[in-house]
């Protein structure tokens, strides 16, 4: 049974970081590639960034530049590090296996920017 927690969100003025984490309760999450999500009011969860088994990551044109994805497969842990947070970065943040997802979906962590 999978079971995933985000956490880290929070309110930010525009310009700063966040780092979000996710706790994975999953047997041999080494082996998956995981990947960040987000899901603004109105639109539809879209890929952040991802990281695969063996450490390579990518991020979504949309943050490239402020975005940087990192695992810890012993504390079975994904991190997102968003810097230069805009506005558009509001969402509700997720983590979940890449490209498929698992059905389970864990609460999410919400991160507002703004003034």
């Known amino acids: 049974q999978v079971q995933l927690v985000e956490s880290g969100g929070g309110l930010v003025q525009p310009g700063g970081s966040l780092r979000l984490s996710c706790a994975a309760s999953?047997?041999?999450?080494?082996?998956?590639?995981m990947a960040w999500y987000r899901q603004a009011p109105g639109k539809q969860r879209e890929v952040v960034a991802v990281?695969?088994?063996?450490?390579?990551?990518n991020c979504a044109d949309s943050v490239k530049g402020r975005c940087t994805i990192s695992r810890d497969n012993a504390k079975k842990m994904t991190y997102l590090q968003l810097n230069s947070l805009k506005p558009e970065d509001t969402a509700v943040y997720y983590c979940?296996?890449?490209?498929?997802?698992?059905?389970?979906w864990g609460q999410g962590t919400q991160v507002t920017v703004s003034s």
């Open positions: 990281i695969s088994s063996g450490g390579s990551t």
């Open positions: 999953v047997m041999l999450f080494r082996l998956y590639d």
């Open positions: 979940n296996k890449h490209p498929r997802s698992w059905d389970y």
